[in-house]
């Protein structure tokens, strides 16, 4: 043992030399930055969607008009409520407008705020449900903020927030009395200076009749489902007051059955379901994709320094002071060391990441993810099948490196072993689902799934019994797989040329120890 300590330290110091081990460290953090950084970025840059309308009704642009605004005022007051919260510099970046609503919006709930909009637009409007005191600086801030938002271009807009509708579309007038108005705006949609235009029907209170959407790109469908959805609303509204029926009424009917979502404790007690409660529920699924990362990364590591030092011959060197079972023992208990190392570095960037890319990007986290991070049931399981999960893969891998000449020989063998990763990728979720279904318990009891599937139902989570019984038939599995790996590895890394048959292996790992077979040459 004290041989296979002296070669684990060689190989993580070899290992903390090479570049792909300090790639493997700062990779995460790279690729969690892009996955943050880029979408809003390409968010950001999207070139706003000119779009103009030709109205053959005479009323419905006008009402969708007024429901832009008011969503658009709406994002302003959560913007301007936010920043007051926060206050400080973030408070003092806003223009004077936002500034003196700020006040007023902070004490709103979000989902007052588009009632508090439309008391902004329309100083009649009923400011229903919302305080007296609100309503009063609303429409006292009102003229001085509607004068300042209509001089507000697309791009000023996109520095406040990328959710505006003037961030994101630009309408133009079209010019209805002009003769061949469609022509004239099928050309401009052709040259480019247009992305699409609407055509309105002169009833669409009764049908959809005349209603057209032009565009040369229907692969992009925000635009379309953007204005088609604020004039539905609209129109919706116009056929239930032609019918007689309030708002409130309508509502009303169409109103499903709700069922308020309760969750049993740990005590068998009820208790009320959090959004951080379904993050709970679904982040083994995360686990289980960054373990598979892990091992597959970690095993591939071995895999590749097993064939490298091989065909370098440096293995002859080390076999002349150690037997080859130390030699592997060491080899994986290194290579183990190497990967808790990046592991623990990627935790490390992911709650760094968590808690500055948000502020970095001036878009404070709706979710504290690393919260996760606290649950001793998802680390303590990350780590310990982390350890399981790798040590079986390492004794496959390490077995295969040791047979194989170069990385092109073990593709062929490595095969079987990918396939076998794979299947945790594909059930991940179904049993997230369903953590104690029928297919996650069968699966438990699959060694080479058995660290995946356990990780993936952490949520369920799984009884005590299963959790033993599972780790007792992978610890088996393990030794198993050890052992044989054992036994092809001390005749397979002396083996040079052709690469045994599968036949031939099977007859190392039967052979009794301190036998070995020899291959046969046939004759010539």
């Known amino acids: 043992m004290n041989k296979a300590w002296l070669v684990a330290q060689r190989e993580f110091l070899e290992n903390m030399r090479t570049k792909s081990f300090w790639i493997g460290i700062f990779l995460f953090p790279v690729l969690l930055t892009l996955m943050v950084v880029v979408p809003e970025l390409l968010e950001r840059v999207k070139g706003s969607r000119g779009y103009t309308v030709v109205d053959r009704s005479g009323w419905l642009l006008e009402a969708v008009q007024r429901e832009v605004l008011a969503g658009d005022l709406a994002e302003l007051l959560w913007l301007a409520a936010r920043r007051y919260r926060e206050g400080g510099a973030q408070l003092a970046e806003l223009p004077e407008p936002l500034r ?14 588009p009632a508090a909009a439309r008391v902004v637009i329309d100083a009649a409007a009923p400011g229903t449900g919302l305080p007296d005191t609100v309503v009063s600086a ?8 509607l004068s300042w938002w209509n001089g507000v271009t697309p791009a000023a807009a996109r520095r406040l927030s990328a959710q505006l509708a003037r961030a994101r579309y630009v309408f133009t007038p079209a010019d209805t009395a002009a003769p061949n108005v469609e022509a004239q705006l099928d050309r401009a949609v052709g040259r480019g200076e247009l992305f699409a235009y609407f055509v309105i029907g002169p009833e669409p209170v009764a049908d959809n009749t005349g209603s057209k959407y032009v565009s040369k790109n229907l692969t992009d ?7 088609g959805g604020l004039a539905s609303a609209v129109v919706r509204q116009q056929r239930l007051d032609q019918e007689g029926i309030a708002r409130a009424t309508a509502q009303w009917i169409q109103a499903p059955l709700a069922f308020e979502e309760r969750r049993v404790t740990a005590a068998g007690e009820q208790a009320e379901v959090e959004r951080a409660d379904t993050m709970r529920q679904w982040a083994p699924v995360v686990f289980v994709y960054l373990l598979w990362i892990a091992v597959f990364t970690i095993a591939q590591m071995l895999l590749t320094n097993t064939i490298e030092e091989k065909s370098n011959r440096l293995m002859e060197v080390l076999l002349s002071s150690v037997s080859p079972v130390q030699l592997m023992a060491g080899k994986i208990g290194g290579i183990a060391v190497t990967g808790l190392t990046v592991v623990a570095s990627w935790v490390v960037f992911f709650v760094a990441g968590v808690k500055l890319l948000p502020r970095l990007m001036n ?59 794979m299947v945790p990728l594909f059930s991940m979720v179904p049993i997230g689902r369903d953590p104690n279904g029928t297919l996650a318990q069968v699966l438990s009891y699959v060694p080479p799934f058995t660290p995946f599937v356990m990780m993936n139902r952490a949520a369920g989570p799984p009884t005590p019994l299963e959790y033993l019984a599972t780790t007792g038939v992978l610890l088996v599995s393990i030794a198993a797989a050890l052992w044989a790996a054992a036994k092809v590895f001390r005749v397979g890394v002396l083996l040079y040329g052709k690469p045994p048959t599968p036949r031939e292996i099977l007859r190392w790992i039967r ?7 020899v291959r046969r040459e046939s004759p010539t």
């Open 100 to 113: 003196q609503v700020a006040p007023a919006a902070a004490a709103l709930n979000p989902i007052e705020l």
């Open 138 to 145: 609303l429409r006292d801030a009102a003229p001085a903020l």
């Open 221 to 227: 469908e925000d635009l379309r489902e953007w204005f």
């Open 363 to 421: 878009a404070p986290a709706r979710m504290d993810f690393s919260a996760l991070l606290g649950e001793p049931i998802y680390l303590a399981s990350f780590v310990a099948y982390f350890l399981l999960g790798y040590l079986l893969y390492a004794a496959l891998l390490v077995g295969i490196g040791s047979v194989c000449n170069t990385l092109k020989e073990a593709q062929n063998l490595m095969t079987p072993v990918i396939l076998l990763l």
């Open 511 to 517: 052979a009794p120890v301190g036998v070995v077979a």
